[in-house]
């Protein structure tokens, strides 16, 4: 186990920056995600942690001994790709056992771990099989059983189940945090499914162009984003963004007025998740849209002064038709409020019909 | 406005049992032209080996007879020709099968009887006898034994044979060698000149070999390799490698990289992961490069016959060529035998390699 700490890392490629200023720290036994759409560098970042590549600036320290030019090899590290990365040549007890091959380990107690951690991911039925012959969720429990064999002192997974269908993919969600939990070993996990980051992790890492946007649990990052970026990348349905313009206690949304708390002005962007907006007596007035019925809620579009936005409501029947009137509502205490110029978060801020 | 979907789609109501009795006709008349264009294509190819093979087993010292060449060429015409109707009127597996059998019993039977009988070993003497030139002028003249002689001096055919094996089996390993290395740093390494480099093995391989028959002579000279089965090899490793690199490159690259990180995480050394993990990958395009390079070097003819003159460093495409030229005019049988015996080899290594080989395409050539 390990305690894992970034310390103003720089990764170059030529004149693109991949990671850029990334520090950071990760305790002992801790499971966190790096979260970011595609080329946000935390894929880099993961290699580098793996030891495949090598920071160009700055040190990684694990448990506080700079390990930059530690090689690859040499880390003890667990690391299960999306592709699963198996060796296609190889049946599945010799997968397991490959990390062991390169270990001071007696074939006897190899063989008997490889049973061990085959039999903690049950695929102790398979043994003998070729990952060919496998399907993708095995395939995946191969993968987690050949990186945690060497008792790994951190675990890195990157993208593990996006080429799980979706019930396997809730399955091993949970798996994987028990799996997790119960090791107590470091683990790292590279997503840019939202979902995945915030069921499975304590805290997540938000990156974007080579940065981190926001570290916080997944409470912080949904309730408390501090930026633009974090706000609208974080939530499905995803929150509705309104630009307007702030001035003497009033956010001027699309020509409509809302009463403004807070000190805020200039071009700025009101932000209301979906189902922070309900159906009221009295309100806004809305015309339904259109209306997607996903079982346990409703997701209705509907268009009212503000704009286009989106409204959760509860409950698996829905009482509205396109075509609708209804009346929308929103409290004060439900709504962010970005400059627009910086994309930071004005803290203290929010927004609210005004009566 | 009212969109009339369907409208359209109510008029063409079709007759489709009519339908399905023209497609069904189709397929087989599609079927028929296109077996009937790949026996045609391929009998240009194929007949003059069938006709090597029946002369080197039927033909005798002496008699220029052609009556079973003939009677063998009459009973695989009709045979081919039986396997190409049935196998468009036929349907079911078990028709094919039954169809199939019969066909081929008829022409067993024929062959057991019209062809069996007169076919011999007498042409393969030179496999035993290194003077059987003379004894073929000898039996043609009719002279006593020891009566003709000045033929060429023929080494054995088996001392040819291990010179053919050892020239393309050694030029083999080293081409595998070296391409396997190549073509893996080719395939992962950024260096300058890397797509200078990939572009300038095509072109390497576009130009005409002969051309360079003189200089290379002159550089054998020089440095000692001419008249030495070593000094061909060389050359041929040369000529064969820029392709062989290309194509094992293309292997590489279908490699996936993620399963090289796993194996450096996993604790295996940089070599350790080349020749553990990633080589088994490429096991089809080693084999593959490996039956072209080996029938390359056991067909080789122009650099033997240039750069090797003694005749203990005869390979058989040499020892085929003296043959010919010491023999044809007396004992054709003699030389198609000969043929055969040259033949066998790289065929059996074909018929093998095959399924390798046809994956070729697969594993891909690709920038």
């Avoid at chain 2, 002579?217 to 820029?242: A, H, R, S, T, Y």
């Amino acid at each position: 186990m390990a305690r894992i700490e970034f310390d103003r890392i720089r990764k170059t490629w030529g004149d693109v920056v991949a990671v850029d200023a990334l520090t950071l720290t990760i305790d002992d036994g801790e499971f966190v995600s790096l979260l970011g759409p595609s080329g946000c560098g935390k894929s880099t970042t993961l290699l580098m942690l793996a030891g495949i590549y090598a920071p160009t600036e700055g040190n990684l320290r694990f448990d506080g001994q700079v390990v930059n030019d530690v090689e690859a090899r040499d880390r003890n590290v667990g690391i299960v790709f999306q592709s699963y990365a198996l060796y296609p040549h190889m049946s599945v007890r010799e997968n397991i056992l490959f990390p062991l091959r390169f270990k001071k380990v007696a074939e006897s107690e190899a063989r008997r771990r490889v049973e061990e951690v085959a039999k903690l991911v049950h695929v102790d039925e398979l043994m003998g099989r070729r990952p060919g012959q496998l399907s993708g969720g095995q395939q995946q429990r191969v993968a987690l059983a050949r990186a945690l064999v060497k008792e790994p002192q951190l675990l890195l997974l990157d993208e593990p189940l996006s080429n799980l269908d979706a019930t396997l993919r809730m399955t091993m969600r949970a798996e994987i945090k028990a799996l997790q939990a119960k090791l107590g070993v470091t683990t790292i996990l590279v997503t840019h499914d939202q979902i995945e980051a915030t069921t499975m992790a304590d805290r997540i890492v938000c990156m974007r162009a080579g940065r981190i946007e926001q570290v916080g649990t997944p409470d912080d990052l949904y309730l408390r984003p501090t930026s633009l970026f974090v706000a609208g990348f974080i939530g499905a349905p995803p929150i509705n963004l309104l630009p307007g313009e702030a001035a003497d206690g009033k956010l001027v949304i699309n020509g409509f007025a809302l009463t403004c708390e807070g000190s805020v002005a200039g071009d700025v962007t009101l932000g209301i998740r979906p189902e922070s907006v309900y159906f009221a007596d009295a309100g806004i007035r809305a015309t339904v849209d259109q209306i997607e019925p996903m079982g346990r809620e409703t997701l209705y579009r509907v268009n009212c002064p503000l704009g286009s936005i989106t409204v959760l409501e509860g409950g698996s029947t829905f009482h509205r038709r396109i075509g609708d009137v209804a009346m929308l509502r929103f409290d004060l205490g439900d709504t962010l409020v970005f400059d627009r110029r910086t994309e930071r978060l004005v803290k203290g801020a929010g927004a609210q019909l005004s009566d | 406005m009212e969109v009339t979907f369907g409208a359209l789609r109510d008029q063409i109501q079709k007759p489709w049992d009519r339908l399905a009795a023209r497609a069904r006709w189709m397929r087989r008349a599609k079927l028929a032209a296109m077996y009937g264009f790949l026996i045609a294509v391929s009998a240009p190819v194929l007949l003059p080996y069938f006709w090597m093979v029946t002369v080197a087993f039927s033909s005798k010292t002496g008699t220029v007879d052609t009556l079973i060449l003939w009677r063998a060429m009459a009973i695989l015409l009709p045979f081919v020709f039986g396997c190409w109707i049935w196998s468009t009127i036929g349907t079911t597996a078990r028709q094919m099968f039954f169809g199939f059998a019969a066909i081929t019993a008829v022409a067993v039977a024929a062959f057991v009887i019209l062809v069996l009988p007169d076919l011999h070993l007498g042409n393969f003497i030179f496999i035993g006898e290194r003077n059987f030139g003379d004894i073929v002028r000898e039996t043609r003249t009719g002279s006593k034994k020891g009566e003709v002689s000045g033929g060429i001096d023929f080494p054995s055919v088996w001392l040819a044979f291990a010179n053919s094996l050892y020239l393309a089996g050694g030029q083999t390993i080293i081409v595998a060698v070296i391409a396997s290395l190549a073509g893996y740093y080719l395939s992962r390494f950024e260096f300058a000149g890397r797509a200078a480099m990939l572009r300038s093995l095509l072109v390497l391989h576009a130009f005409p070999v002969l051309t360079l028959i003189v200089p290379l002579f002159l550089i054998m000279n020089f440095v000692g390799l001419l008249d030495q089965l070593l000094g061909v090899m060389l050359v041929l490793v040369g000529f064969e490698l820029p392709f062989a690199i290309f194509i094992m490159k293309g292997f590489f690259d279908a490699v996936p990289w993620e399963i090289e990180m796993s194996a450096l995480t996993d604790g295996a050394s940089r070599r350790q992961t080349f020749v553990r993990v990633v080589l088994p990958q490429v096991t089809n395009g080693l084999i593959a490069i490996s039956v072209f390079s080996f029938i390359r070097g056991w067909e080789e003819y122009i650099f033997v016959f240039t750069f090797l003159i003694d005749n203990v460093n005869w390979t058989m495409s040499l020892y085929m060529f003296f043959v010919r030229d010491d023999i044809l005019g007396i004992d054709f049988g003699l030389v198609s035998a000969v043929g055969v015996f040259y033949l066998a080899p790289s065929l059996v290594l074909y018929l093998v390699a095959q399924k390798y080989l046809a994956q070729m395409t697969i594993g891909g050539v690709k920038g």
